[in-house]
C-alpha cells in the first residue's frame, strides 16, 4: 500500500539525548532545592522522583502522569513541606534544564522535507503533556514541521495502548496500512503501533535485541539516518 503518513515519535527520536536531558533537569531541581527549600540536592531530587514514582501509581499510564507538577507536589508532600509555592518553580526549573540540552537529530529537517516535497503527511505521536511537548519542538526548530500533533494527554492513554495510535490515524486521515511508524523505543513506539498494523521502523541505536516473546519490527536501523533510507525505500515501491 502507497506509504500516506510518517509518524515519528518525539523523546530520543527527534532529538538526542533524552538520558542528557533527564539529567540536567533533575540538576536544576537539586539546585532549587539547596536555594529555596533547605534541602541538599540529593533529598531534592529523591523527593521529586519519589513523586514521580507515586503520580505512576495513582494515575497509570497516561499523559497527566508524567506532570513535573505533581511529582513535585507529591515528593514534597511526602517529605512536610506545602509543594504550593513550589511545585510549578520545581517544574519549570526541571523543563529548562531538558530543553537547553535537546540535541536535534541532524538529518530530521531534511527527511521532512523530502516527505512534504513527495506529498506524505507527517504526525508527532509522543507520551506526555501537549504543553510540554509542543514546547519542544519549538525549542527544536520544529513547530511548524508537521501536519499533525498527538499527545498521550489528549488521546487519554500513553503509548503503546492501541487507542493513540487508532486517534493518530483518525487525526491523520489515512489507514494503518497507509502509514508507518518511527520511534526508538521497542515497548511504546513498535508494540503500539504493531497492535494496530502500522508498519514500523524501530530506530535501535544501542543494538538492543528484539524482547523475547516480541515481534521483530518491519525494520531495524542504528539512526535516524537509516530510518530516512528505509522511508525513501517505501516512497519508491
Known amino acids: 500500500m502507497h506509504l500516506k503518513t510518517v509518524i515519528f515519535d518525539l523523546d530520543d527520536t527527534l532529538y538526542t539525548d533524552w538520558d542528557t536531558c533527564h539529567r540536567a533537569g533533575l540538576q536544576k531541581v537539586g539546585a532549587y532545592g539547596v536555594a529555596r527549600l533547605g534541602l541538599t540536592e540529593e533529598a531534592a531530587v529523591t523527593a521529586f522522583l519519589d513523586g514521580r514514582a507515586h503520580a505512576i501509581r495513582r ?22 513541606i506545602n509543594p504550593v509555592p513550589h511545585a510549578e518553580n520545581l517544574h519549570n526549573a526541571y ?13 530530521i529537517p531534511r527527511l521532512l522535507a523530502a516527505l512534504r516535497e513527495a506529498g506524505v503527511r507527517t504526525a508527532v ?17 520544529l513547530d511548524d514541521a508537521f501536519d499533525c500533533f498527538v499527545s498521550s494527554e489528549e488521546a487519554g492513554v ?30 511504546h513506539d513498535i508494540v503500539g503501533a504493531q497492535a494496530v498494523g502500522i508498519r514500523t521502523v524501530w ?35
Request: with cysteine.
Open 59 to 80: 494515575l497509570g499510564p497516561v499523559g497527566s502522569a508524567h506532570n513535573r507538577a505533581l511529582f513535585a507536589k507529591f515528593g514534597l508532600e511526602r517529605i512536610g
Open 125 to 141: 505521536c509522543t507520551n506526555m503533556m501537549a504543553d510540554i511537548q509542543m514546547r519542544k519542538l519549538i525549542e527544536l526548530g
Open 203 to 237: 530506530i535501535n541505536r544501542k543494538g538492543a535485541p528484539v524482547p523475547d516473546g516480541g515481534n521483530a519490527p518491519d525494520y531495524m536501523v542504528g539512526s535516524m539516518e537509516g530510518a530516512a533510507e528505509v522511508l525513501a525505500g517505501l516512497l519508491r515501491d
Open 95 to 107: 523543563w529548562r534544564g531538558v530543553f537547553a540540552n535537546m540535541q536535534i537529530e541532524p538529518s
Open 158 to 187: 500513553d503509548k503503546p495502548d492501541p487507542a493513540i495510535f487508532r486517534y493518530t490515524l483518525e487525526r491523520t486521515g489515512c489507514t494503518a496500512s497507509e502509514a508507518a511508524m518511527v520511534g526508538d523505543t521497542y515497548a
